[in-house]
């Protein structure tokens, strides 16, 4: 399908209210994600991933270590992303961050397997982060990296994102049961497969 609009047909911005409900949106399918991996001891890619195996190491709740992991990316979106992409980050970040805190108490899961925890949790990232970038926004960490490449350099953030969560959870091998860390591989590449299909350059015209 072509990209090219048809004649006459100029470009619609975002309202505040159209980037509040993505951002809320965005983070609520994220944070739902992240639950069901973590009731299934499963974990992501990314910033996310490494909050989870702190969390797995030390207890600390994955809210408080994914704010403060997130922190070092601010300057490099501010620098190359600009202002609006680095607020709508942070508060998408700071949104996420309370709701993974929250969530558990809304709601209890008592069996879930982890093969149907990868699947709709490795969908459901997707799906966050896709709404997230259609408005500028992201949740840090190596998305902000893969978006900036992505629009600077043309390269595919589906690809670069597959790749640095695989191996990010490729290195939970040190902390986390094989299986475990198999499951995880999975939900990873679904979620970079869904952004590699759905994410691509010219597709979505709206700004």
């Not at 992240?34 to 797995?56: C, D």
């Not at 030390?58 to 202002?83: A, D, E, Q, V």
């Not at 992505?150 to 695989?166: E, F, S, T, V």
């Not at 999975?186 to 952004?195: D, P």
């Amino acid at each position: 399908m072509s990209s090219t609009l048809p004649s006459g047909t100029t470009l619609q911005r975002h309202n505040l209210v159209d980037d509040a409900q993505a951002i809320f949106t965005g983070t609520l399918f994220v944070s739902l994600a992240l639950v069901l991996l973590a009731q299934a001891g499963l974990l992501t890619g990314g910033t996310a991933g490494i909050a989870f195996l702190l969390h797995y190491a030390t207890g600390i709740s994955f809210g408080k270590l994914f704010f403060l992991l997130n922190l070092p990316f601010y300057w490099f979106s501010w620098k190359h992303m600009g202002r609006e992409f680095t607020i709508k980050t942070f508060l998408a970040i700071a949104l996420l961050s309370l709701l993974t805190e929250w969530t558990p108490l809304l709601f209890d899961i008592a069996s879930l397997h982890p093969l149907y925890a990868a699947v709709l949790g490795g969908l459901l990232l997707g799906s966050g982060c896709l709404f997230l970038a259609r408005h500028k926004a992201s949740l840090g960490g190596a998305t902000i990296v893969t978006l900036y490449m992505q629009q600077h350099h043309g390269w595919r953030a589906g690809k670069m994102q597959m790749a640095i969560d695989c191996s990010v959870v490729l290195l939970a091998l040190l902390v986390v049961p094989p299986a475990r860390v198999a499951w995880s591989v999975l939900a990873a590449v679904l979620m970079s497969l869904f952004l590699w299909i759905n994410h691509k350059p010219g597709r979505y015209a709206v700004m």
